[in-house]
């Protein structure tokens, strides 16, 4: 089922047209993450969801309703907002910034703060401690944590995030990115992300849509668009010397192993990425290894041969 859908969209400035006639459906429950280079419509196409771009013509629907239907106050409720740098209000507290929408919907207060308490544990920051700072008093990446954990705060069912882990760096994006995740899964949350990092792409996204200059070039999964890119700024842009590992880093072991043997020494867990099962056979010097499950019983097995045919151009 289609949470938004993009019908024939344009967005013009003057004569130009900085979006151009997309259309695409972004599926419930599901992450879609807009690459493209710089300038070529992303944010714009993004913030034509929640009406912060008025559209120039065209029609989105949200959850199956225009959404020129909805009270523009009462659509960018529903659907949360995150940005680079956050835009936590600085003289609110933790708190209070990630309380703002739940306020504005007239929760009550006890149902506020175990709300507060239940996201500043989900992102790892101890209520005791931070509830009560100050955005100024906290990190670049707790800030950050901050800002999507108040764009979450009104359980939206759809949540926008432009450029969102863009100022963190790598080992703190890694995290925030692992976090996004965890709670993108038990939400249930449909997420559209807009990024310039085609790694965060792949790691994130179930779908992919490449921009370049105001139109979709390419709508698909991580793995059409390694496989089978429909245009050479496609294959450009995800980068041909490593195509190999991003595919396999995309598929899972547990799909792709063979059937369990006697006599392997060396055991993988089943969760591993193809990518990682290769990266550990070759630092442990082994040609086949045992696949395991969560309670170590063998499951299935893995060799070399069988990581290089899977790795390979189809
Ligand atoms: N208010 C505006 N008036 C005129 N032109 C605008 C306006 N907002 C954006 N643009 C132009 O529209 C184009 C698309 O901008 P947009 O911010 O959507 O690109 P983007 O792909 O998100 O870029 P970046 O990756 O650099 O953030 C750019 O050329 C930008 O200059």
Redesign the pocket.
């Known amino acids: 089922m289609s949470m938004i859908e993009i019908r024939n969209v344009t967005k013009r400035?003057g004569p130009?047209a900085?979006?151009d006639n997309v259309s695409m459906d972004v599926e419930k429950g599901s992450i879609t993450v807009v690459v493209?280079?710089?300038?070529?419509?992303?944010?714009?196409?993004m913030r034509m969801i929640n009406r912060l771009v008025p559209i120039t013509s065209g029609e989105i629907f949200v959850g199956g309703q225009n959404i020129m239907d909805v009270p523009v106050t009462e659509l960018r409720r529903k659907i949360g907002y995150a940005i680079q740098g956050h835009g936590l209000f600085p003289h609110r507290t933790v708190a209070q910034n990630i309380a703002t929408v739940p306020q504005l919907l007239g929760w009550d207060t006890t149902k506020i703060k175990g709300r507060v308490a239940e996201l500043l544990g989900l992102f790892n920051l101890d209520p005791a401690t931070f509830a009560e700072k100050y955005p100024h008093q906290l990190s670049g990446g707790q800030q950050q944590r901050v800002g999507v954990a108040r764009a979450l705060a009104a359980e939206p069912e759809l949540l926008l995030m432009d450029?969102p882990f863009g100022a963190l760096d790598p080992v703190i994006r890694g995290k925030a990115q692992d976090d996004l995740l965890a709670i993108q899964k038990q939400f249930g949350t449909t997420v559209v992300l807009?990024t310039?990092d085609m790694d965060e792409a792949f790691h994130l996204g179930n779908q992919i849509v490449v921009?370049s200059a105001?139109k979709v070039l390419q709508c698909s999964t991580p793995e059409k668009i390694l496989t089978e890119p429909t245009d050479p700024f496609v294959q450009q842009l995800t980068g041909t010397s490593d195509r190999a590992l991003k595919l396999m880093s995309l598929l899972p072991l547990k799909e792709s192993m063979e059937p369990a043997k006697s006599g392997l020494t060396y055991a993988l867990p089943q969760t591993l990425s193809l990518r990682d099962a290769l990266a550990e056979m070759i630092w442990q010097g082994v040609g086949e290894a045992a696949v395991q499950d969560a309670s170590n019983v063998p499951v299935g097995s893995i060799s070399m041969t069988r990581l290089l045919q899977l790795g390979r151009k189809a």
């Not at 280079?37 to 944010?43: D, E, L, N, P, V």
């Open positions: 400035y130009t900085v979006v493209g280079t710089s300038g070529s419509g992303k944010s714009t196409l450029e807009v310039h921009m105001g």
